[in-house]
T-cell receptor
Framework: SQTIHQWPATLVQPVGSPLSLECTVE??????LYWYRQAAGRGLQLLFYSVGIGQISSEVPQNLSASRPQDRQFILSSKKLLLSDSGFYLCAWSVWSQGLAPGGELFFGEGSRLTVL | KNEVEQSPQNLTAQEGEFITINCSYS?????LHWLQQHPGGGIVSLFMLSSGKKKHGRLIATINIQEKHSSLHITASHPRDSAVYICAIIQGAQKLVFGQGTRLTINP
């Protein structure tokens, strides 16, 4: 069966420090991968998505970057964190080559709660 | 104005009550998700639907594409149904636009 792992679950970092959140998927190949952020009191927002190794699309300009060094690995990074980067980050994957076409499902990791102080 | 509006934002009910959460959107979509977010933050996809109605256990989701509206119903609600329920529309091939969520609390 397919599973998704995301870590770390909780992270407290000072402003200006780097960030690396990692997500891996097991039990499937060539998944579409997504990073979402949920700021306090706000809805989920798509940050990045990837349809293949080395292919990254960014939805919003920000202080973050994403990389996909392997088929089932998706990494969210920052060189220098800002206070506004605090939030709940979720990795997700889907199996359809059409992305989220009807009939495709979306599976989420458990999330990483980042607090920037 | 958000492209996806959910109502109510908060809902408290007694165990056994019939629950309805509404989602309205303002743009054309290919499909719509209903998601459940537990207190720890983890999210589970409940339904993806593009027309009509889907049922899974005590959960029922309906969508009216012409009216740009979807509803999530919970029959015989239980305290374990307490969670945040999120509606998300699918735009294009990759983009999900999320509602703010409805916080549901079911009291025993």
């Amino acid at each position: 069966s397919q599973t998704i792992h995301q870590w770390p679950a909780t992270l407290v970092q000072p402003v200006g420090s780097p960030l690396s959140l990692e997500c891996t998927v097991e039990g499937t190949s060539n998944p579409n991968l997504y990073w979402y952020r949920q700021a306090a009191g706000r809805g989920l927002q798509l940050l990045f998505y990837s349809v293949g190794i080395g292919q990254i699309s960014s939805e919003v300009p920000q202080n973050l970057s994403a990389s996909r060094p392997q088929d089932r690995q998706f990494i969210l990074s920052s060189k220098k964190l800002l206070l506004s980067d605090s939030g709940f980050y979720l990795c997700a994957w889907s199996v359809w080559s059409q992305g989220l076409a009807p009939g495709g499902e979306l599976f989420f990791g458990e999330g990483s709660r980042l607090t920037v102080l | 104005k958000n492209e996806v509006e959910q109502s109510p934002q908060n809902l408290t009910a007694q165990e056994g009550e019939f629950i309805t959460i509404n989602c309205s959107y303002s743009v054309g979509i290919s499909a719509l998700h209903w998601l459940q977010q537990h207190p720890g933050g983890g999210i589970v996809s409940l339904f993806m639907l593009s027309s009509g109605k889907k049922k899974h256990g005590r959960l029922i989701a309906t969508i009216n594409i012409q009216e740009k509206h979807s509803s999530l119903h919970i029959t015989a609600s239980h305290p374990r149904d307490s969670a945040v329920y999120i509606c998300a529309i699918i735009q294009g091939a990759q983009k999900l636009v999320f509602g703010q969520g409805t916080r549901l609390t079911i009291n025993p």
